[in-house]
């Protein structure tokens, strides 16, 4: 899920910017202005609102300041940060994988309301070094106070907010359970997120519909990601176990690199294989599907080779017999993918192909493993 525009690195880490993050952004803007114009109405207006902007513009700083603190403690552990994103709702910082152990989580999760509370701290100081300074005082004060409330807000016990992944790393230390602090920080999640909502509606019913509308909107996202983060868990118990070579096909079709997408596109009808080895004189030299296919307007089918639009081998990305199946899932999802060849030996030397591990082979096995759990009594 790589959306957004990629305003630049920090730390080398893409930070992204979501579409919805400009509505929020202008929105922001107007709300501060407009509350700067009320409460200082001697400011001429232009000033409202080029005050408004830059406090609105490092609130989102101060966002980015906290996923940053999140991810250099996740880095800290060797765990990759794929980016951050800016998105209505604040921010996310995506990590390559859960952490390891229960303190790495505790100490990534904690990271972000600390930074929040740091930075409240020395915008309230700057509020008081500079108190004739009306400008640079009403811009402190607002994010002294929104920066106190975005680290409280965090740490609500329940998933997914960092307060749901504290929780989850104290009842994980204390259980040794994963599973079970995961289900337990899901269901407070799921609890806040009601709470929210329901308050939400409570606005709204008592003359507040704006302030509803907001609570009830972020309720209902903090459900779905709490749902979501139940059901990863969820996927990944039902693969425990499970490698590359259980689920490849052992089958790998394979097509020449010099034939037209339009004899491929009767290859894949014709035998329903959508997905090829690409192989010239003897030599694999990339990987073809149905996706690369469609990349190409259907009326140039015919101008066009396989070996043109396939993926080369070099950007082919590979799984070994023994990879845990969770982590291909993930990889195959992260890089956007759907197939992976699975190699025995090093892809680098003499490796060969052993078989071919889909998207779909994985998503059968999670749904048959799933069924057949629902139908057996007692488990
Ligand atoms: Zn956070």
Known sequence: ??????????????????????????????????????????????????????????????????????????????????????????????????????????????????????????????????????????????LAGTNLILGLFNLAPGFPLDGGRIFRAIVWAITKDFSKATRAAGTSGKLIAGALIAYGAW?????????????????????????????????????????AADVMSQEVPIISGGISLQDYSEEVLRTGRRYHLVVTDDRLVGLMNVQALHAVPRDEWEHNSVQSVMIPRDRILWASQDEPLQRLLERLFAADINQMPV???????????????????????IQARSELRHATPNK
């Open 203 to 243: 606005c709204g019913l008592h003359g507040n519909l704006t302030g509803g509308i907001w609570y009830g909107l972020i309720g209902f996202y903090l459900l779905g990601a709490a749902n979501d983060s139940v059901q990863q868990l969820a996927i990944r118990e039902t693969l425990r176990g499970l490698s």
């Open 1 to 142: 899920m790589r959306r957004g525009l990629q305003i630049g690195k920090i730390l080398g880490i893409p930070i992204l910017l979501d579409p919805s993050w400009l509505f929020i952004f202008g929105l922001l803007t107007y709300a501060i202005s407009s509350s700067f114009a009320e409460r200082y109405p001697q400011w001429p207006n232009s000033q409202h609102w080029v005050v408004g902007l830059f406090t609105s513009a490092l609130f989102f700083g101060s966002v980015l300041f906290h996923e940053l603190s999140h991810s250099i403690v996740a880095r800290h552990y060797k765990i990759r940060v794929v980016s951050i994103t800016l998105f209505i709702f604040g921010g996310v910082a995506r990590i390559g994988r859960d952490p390891g152990k229960a303190i790495q989580e505790f100490n990534i999760a904690i990271a972000g309301p600390i930074a929040s509370f740091v930075l409240a701290g020395a915008f309230f100081g700057i509020s008081l070094l500079f108190p004739s300074d009306q400008k640079l005082t009403a811009l402190a004060t607002y």
């Open 343 to 365: 190699v025995s030996g090093s892809p680098d030397d003499g490796a060969h192909v052993v078989g071919i591990v889909s998207r779909d082979a994985i998503l059968r096995v």
